[in-house]
């Protein structure tokens, strides 16, 4: 009966590994693929405006769909892939530090929740009004308003994101050289949004605009680069040790 239980556990530790290690390299690529996407969505309001930009209440849009939105799908795809990246890792991590990793994907699973429902009513709800003439209340909603909720729910979502990444640095706290560079970028993926929002609020207050959105933003997807090929590479080694 004792081998059975631990044949169990093996498998379903080989199981998770094996969800980590492609957990991680989808989601670093379609991370890649999303920051290319939304490199080809120019601002045409808000703090990064080159000229000619839109003004309140946001309603000459039209033009802008599907450009503009094509971004979101993958980055819906790729918040899903950060949770079940984050299942994986809790389910890695040691017993004495499963405290910080099941911390860390609550935080996950908020961020999630806040980003794909931002996401999703954006793609889905805007730009079918705009082009019905249905525009009340849409000033708020657009993500063409750098104060509106749209650029508000993903400041939220992602300081989630970033909390998450605090969360699970101390999972990797172990002496070799790939768990110290994952736990690093894990730590940097919190400090730099949060430097960025005391800086930014300081220097801006409340006229920010979208200047945090775009950082935290950037920062959280290239962590999500970054340590998700790092990640891929210790589940990988995981399984080779299990094979082995």
Known sequence: MASNG???????????????FYAGI?????????????????????????SDCIQYPYLDTE??????????????????????LMVSIHAYAPPQ???????????????????IGD????????PVSVKNDETEGIALLTQYNSHGLFVALEEAGYLMMSL???????????????ASAIRWVFILGFVLPL?????????????????????????DWLVLVVNGILLSLVFRNQLKEETG
């Not at 631990?6 to 590994?17: E, P, R």
């Open 6 to 20: 631990v044949l169990s556990a093996s498998a379903d530790l080989a199981t998770s590994n094996r969800v980590g």
């Open 63 to 84: 033009a802008q769909f599907p450009r503009d939105y094509l971004w979101m799908i993958p980055a819906m795809l790729l918040t899903l892939g950060y949770v079940i």
């Open 26 to 50: 989808a989601t670093s690529i379609i991370t890649i693929i999303t920051f290319g996407l939304a490199m080809f969505a120019i601002p045409i309001s808000g703090a990064n405006c080159p």
């Open 195 to 219: 430097v960025s929002l005391i800086l930014i609020s300081a220097a801006y207050g409340l006229e920010r605009l979208d200047r945090f959105e775009v950082v935290v933003l950037s920062v």
């Open 164 to 178: 998450s990444f605090l969360f699970m640095a101390p999972v990797f706290a172990v002496q070799h050289r790939l």
């Open 119 to 126: 996401y999703y009513v954006q793609f889905s709800v805007v």
């Open 97 to 115: 530090r499963k405290i910080f990793s099941q911390i860390s994907l609550a935080f996950a699973i908020i961020a999630a929740m806040i980003l």
